[in-house]
């Protein structure tokens, strides 16, 4: 881990400027088109300079994909979608081999096509409308970014960002996410409805003429160097510790959990959740220009990460009590300190 007193070098300082400048080089380029969405915009970039891929849930309409295909614009790199259908089968999303002859030896052999998901940037596009067996393609490629067909595996070409949209389970033609594959997501982000000013505005926009094109404002290398800058930004063991309290208090089992925890949490998070909290809260941290990570930038990023990695059970359901209603009660109960003696 980086020293805080590293934060004092000009280096330090001129990745500090340089993800700040970044980051208002982007919003000037996606306001051109994303007619409000601040927080899920910020949330968004935190996610790419983190490293992680990135989950947007909400019903059709909401510019789910726009805002992907803009960000894609504003980035020199490689950039696919993926409309995901009911009949999709695995070597869609990860290419296939096929048997080709040599025109000049006359003999036969196997030649491995890259699929889609073969780029920088992936658009899963409604990601729930496809069965789990194909939904569980991208496993490997987020996790380990990487493919593997027949006997071979094929790595993926750094930076490599999967952004999925979602509509909302409940929708007919579903099929809710496998928990291994919701897992993979650094962040679970809500696309909700605009404001009656928002709406006015992007009525206005898209119904008088072209949308503006953004212009590309940072390429591949740009973003790697940010993740790295992500990576060296310092956090003090007094964050880390909150953190682990915020997610040992997700789980039931535990006999120091809060009560409302052994009342409504089938399971809770895994170690996952707390190195994406770390991160994003790094992450949100050098986009906002300071110098290393704090309590409130873990709060920041909480909802995103754990919604999704926080399971409620029968009660909660009968009661009305939701995964992202329990993530809010537990940063209200979740103390930043604790008594050394107590502890």
Not at 37 to 44: G, H, P, W, Y
Not at 198 to 212: C, D, M, V
Not at 250 to 257: F, G, L, R, S, Y
Request: charged fraction near 20%; glycine fraction near 6%; proline fraction near 6%.
């Amino acid at each position: 881990m980086s020293n805080p007193s590293t934060l004092n070098t000009p280096t330090a300082a001129a990745s500090i400027e340089a993800a700040r400048l970044a980051r208002e080089k982007l919003l000037v380029e996606l306001r051109k088109v994303i007619v409000g969405q601040e927080d899920l915009i910020e949330q968004v970039f935190i996610a790419m300079c983190a490293g992680g891929h990135v989950l947007l849930v909400g019903v059709p309409g909401l510019a789910k994909t726009l805002l992907v295909s803009t960000l894609a614009k504003t980035l020199s790199m490689n950039f696919k979608r993926i409309q995901f259908t009911p009949d999709m089968m695995p070597s869609d999303i990860t290419g296939t081999e096929i048997l080709e002859e040599d025109h000049v030896t006359g003999k036969k052999q196997f030649v491995f096509v890259q699929g889609p998901v073969f780029t920088n940037l992936l658009l899963a596009d409604e990601v729930n409308r496809t069965p789990p067996k194909t939904q569980a393609a991208l496993l490997e490629a987020m996790q380990e970014k990487s493919v593997t067909v027949g006997k071979k595996t094929y790595k993926l070409e750094e930076p490599f960002m999967v952004m999925a949209t979602q509509n909302p389970i409940e929708q007919e033609g579903t099929y809710p996410l496998p928990e291994a594959q919701l897992d993979r997501f650094m962040f679970n982000l809500y696309v909700d409805y605009p404001s009656d000013l928002e709406l006015h505005q992007i009525i206005k926009s898209t119904t008088a003429g072209g949308l503006p094109t953004p212009e590309s404002v940072l390429s591949g290398q740009d973003v790697l160097e940010l993740r790295k800058a992500v990576r060296q930004v310092p956090i003090s063991d007094h964050v880390l510790n909150y953190i682990v309290r915020l997610v040992s208090a997700t789980h039931p089992n535990k006999e120091t959990a809060p009560e409302m925890t052994k009342k409504f949490i089938a399971w809770g998070a895994g170690p996952r959740a707390g190195q994406y909290l770390a991160l994003g809260a790094k992450s949100r941290a050098l986009l906002r220009g300071n110098p290393q990570a704090t309590v409130e930038d873990v709060r920041a990023v909480a909802r995103a990460v754990l919604r999704h990695r926080i399971y409620t059970n029968f009660t909660a359901q009968a009661e009305g009590v939701n995964a992202d209603e329990m993530v809010a009660r537990l940063l209200k109960s979740v103390p930043e300190t604790v008594d050394s003696k107590a502890a």
